[in-house]
């Protein structure tokens, strides 16, 4: 698959605390990966661990502290002309957690995409424009599209907004669209209609995703692979089935032996676990050390690089380092 889209080595740093001395905050660091055509990564990891961070830097919502991202080959941070930066931003759609908070309540869900039709040029006379309002409420199954266009979005179920969420994003004609957390929100009975949706968007409008959840199962169902994040950093990535079925890395481990708590979130068993990450003036080495059950001294020392097991799987642990042990491959939690 060509890259659509190439991060390399990105970081983000947050200045956080009042008086003389803010602090900086090591939010993401050294994060590399492509995503191609029609490619959907999932993009899992605990809570603060970085992913939305992520997202908002490539949807150029906040400016990088460092690295480079690359659309088509085009370097999209460089200076560049505001068309550039428009057909970039046309092209890289988000959607949210809360299709709630992203609608106005005060307007009709006709009148929310008709803002992007017209920001992106989509439409040229009002009849075109509400013929694209309608063609896009049944694209994402919102029938009949004209009633549906004339209503408020108190009057839509938490599905049929996070659909008008999906529709808006759909307006500019996006090639990638960055879902975070898209379903989590959702009754459980319908999220599997949504994640259908944006399969179908995949297949029809060769849309691709990075897909951001808690929820490994629905990283399973609907990406290709798979990436962790700990602490900022990415950790493995591997194809979604293999990455569940042999975890390499002892994060992905706990991450898949770790129980639901009612609320749908997969860092219980972890949390039982001391030694939670530090992102202010993190001591030296693997994030993961202070809580991991197969630490080695090296662990502590430095940040071991990139590991590839196989053709589509690496990993960053010493356990499979150059000059690492002998371990075999699934090490016991
Ligand atoms: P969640 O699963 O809770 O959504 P996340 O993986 O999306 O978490 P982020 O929201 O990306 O995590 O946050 C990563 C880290 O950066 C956290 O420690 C967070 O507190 C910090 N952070 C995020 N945005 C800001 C900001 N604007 N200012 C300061 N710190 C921030
Ligand atoms: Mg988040």
Known sequence: ?????????????FHVGQGFKPKQLRALQDISFTLGEREVIALVGESGSGKSTIARLIARLMPVSGGKIFFQGRDILDAEPREASRDYRSHV?????????SLNPVHTLGYHL???????????????????????????????????????????????????????????????????EPISML??????GVLNLMERLKEERGISYLYITHDLASARYFADRTMVLYAGQLVESAPSEELM????????????????????SITSELKARPGAPVLIDPPPGCPFAARC???????????????????????????????????PEKAEA
């Open 1 to 13: 698959r060509p890259a659509l889209l190439e991060v390399r080595g990105l970081s983000k740093y």
């Open 93 to 101: 759609q988000m959607i949210f957690q809360d299709p709630f908070g």
């Open 114 to 180: 008709e803002r992007p039709l017209l920001l992106h040029g989509k439409a040229r006379t009002d009849a075109e424009l509400r013929d694209r309002v309608h063609a896009l409420l049944s694209t994402v199954d919102l029938n009949p599209a004209a009633e549906v266009a004339a209503k408020y979005p108190h009057q839509l179920s938490g599905g049929q907004r996070q659909r008008v969420a999906i529709a808006r994003a759909l307006a500019p004609e996006p090639s990638i669209i960055l879902a975070d």
């Open 187 to 192: 009754d459980v009975s319908i999220r599997v």
């Open 245 to 264: 079925q042999r975890p390499a890395h002892p994060y992905t481990q706990l991450l898949l032996s770790a129980v639901p708590d009612p609320t749908g």
């Open 293 to 327: 059950p197969n630490v080695l001294p090296a662990c502590r020392e430095r940040m071991p690089g990139r590991t590839q097991l196989d053709a589509t799987r690496w990993v960053r642990c010493h356990l499979f380092g150059e000059g690492a042990p002998a371990v």
